[in-house]
């Protein structure tokens, strides 16, 4: 993880800008926080950097929840902070600073935004979940041309690694993603989807929640696959093998295929290894024969005028609530001027939770660095929120 740490630092005057990085204001710990931390903007992109006390010095790094790809805009972010900051430097990894990669990025790696404004549809679809080292991935995208592939990734060394291989295959029908693939079918219009792979994905064993598949995970594979479109989960988890097909056998209809040990045209990194140890691949192919609804979502993120900040701060709290199908937690508390503060904060389904920010003053209210996924139980915590925020109830139209 790219991070600097240093003896000291100015606090610079904000806006403030060096080599393409602005830095937009600073916001220090208020509540159940102990770093500050600086908004810095990389063309349209938003993210925090971190700035934390430990041992007599600072440790200087990119805020986990807003984390942008490639890490070479981290590296840029810090090294053109501490330029402007005049850190006394005493450690630093960010030594190798390539370019070529923003460059290499910018085509084909796509923020969730490309997909939920527009999302291509003049092509037929593939999708592959968990690329890790993109091996599988990168072979179906050069075998077949004519299918737009999007890659879902959540490692980022792995992202880097395959938007190589895309410009060093001279490859134009990939796009890669850094999202959670849990969250992103719900931006797929129905009936596009041909394949969708889920590879080796985590079993999770101790944390079943945070498993890719959910009853939810395939309805919405189900909602997304065309006609005869296929659903593709392979696996040396006898586990997650065992709990996918109880996922598929609460299904009211189902039409799947079950293979064990079958010969692939291309073997990814972990088939390879399980192989050599000789353990058994599980293979479901659910075969989608239903033609489903246009995706219907209706709703808005947005917030109802100004909000009083001191009451906000008297009554911060950090306690989740749990409601039924949700939880909302206010986790941090951090103040950037004198009437505009900070919250950072986790909600939605317990599942598939949204971590962000939200910047609050007198004049009203926003999500940070982005907008929450727009979907049921999204809209039904922001309602929440909202309610928790103006000490009111308020309305806002939800998916039915
Ligand atoms: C065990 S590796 C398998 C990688 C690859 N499919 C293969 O077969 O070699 C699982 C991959 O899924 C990724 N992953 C885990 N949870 C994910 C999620 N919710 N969304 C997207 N990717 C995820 C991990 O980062 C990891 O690279």
Redesign the pocket.
């Known amino acids: 993880m790219p991070h600097i740490i240093a003896r000291e630092y100015k606090k610079i005057k904000t806006p403030a800008q060096r080599d393409g990085i602005e830095f937009l204001w600073f916001a220090e710990p208020l509540a159940n926080a102990s770093e500050t931390l600086v908004c810095a903007k990389h063309e349209n992109i938003y993210f925090l950097l971190t700035i934390k006390r430990k041992n007599g010095n600072f440790i200087i790094k990119s805020d986990k929840t807003t984390r942008p790809t490639p890490s070479t805009i981290v590296k840029k972010a810090l090294k053109s902070f501490c330029s402007l900051a005049e850190c006394d430097v005493i450690y630093s990894n960010i030594a190798n600073i390539k370019d070529r990669h923003l460059e290499e990025g910018s085509r084909f790696l796509k923020d969730i935004w490309f997909f939920a404004q527009n999302f291509p549809k003049d092509k037929e679809v593939w999708i592959?979940?968990?690329?890790?080292?993109?091996?599988?991935l990168l072979h179906q995208a050069r075998q077949n041309p004519d299918i737009l592939f999007i890659g879902?990734?959540?490692?980022k060394p792995?992202i880097e690694q395959v938007l190589k291989q895309i410009k060093i295959q001279k490859l134009d029908n990939l796009y890669v993603i850094d999202?959670?693939?849990?969250?992103?079918l719900e931006f797929v219009p129905s009936n596009l989807v041909g394949k969708i792979?889920?590879?080796?994905?985590?079993p999770w064993d101790k944390k079943p929640h945070?498993r890719?598949f959910s009853k939810r995970f395939i309805k919405e594979a189900k909602r997304v696959l065309k006609k005869n479109g296929i659903l593709e989960l392979?696996t040396d988890s006898r586990n997650y093998f065992d709990y996918a097909m109880e996922l598929f056998m609460d299904e009211p209809r189902i039409h799947l295929e079950v293979l064990k040990n079958i010969e692939t045209v291309v073997r990814?990194?972990?088939?390879?290894?399980w192989r050599r140890m000789e353990k058994d691949i599980y293979e479901i192919r659910m075969i989608n024969d239903e033609v489903s609804e246009s995706l219907i979502l209706k709703g808005s993120f947005d917030f109802e005028g100004g909000l009083n900040v001191r009451n906000i701060i008297k009554n911060f709290s950090n306690r989740p609530i749990k409601y039924d199908e949700y939880f909302i937690h206010f986790e941090k508390l951090y103040k950037i001027s004198e009437d505009s503060i900070l919250i950072k904060l986790s909600f939605g389904a317990f599942d598939r939770p949204e971590h962000l920010y939200i910047i609050i003053d007198a004049k009203g209210a926003k999500y940070f660095p982005r907008n929450p996924v727009l979907s049921r139980l999204n809209l039904k915590a922001h309602n929440k929120i909202k309610e928790m925020l103006y000490g009111k109830q308020s309305n806002s139209s939800t998916r039915s």
């Open positions: 592959e979940i968990g690329f890790g080292s993109g091996r599988h879902l990734e959540i490692h792995s999202y959670d693939a849990r969250l992103f792979f889920v590879h080796f994905p985590v945070r890719v392979r990814s990194k972990y088939e390879d290894r």
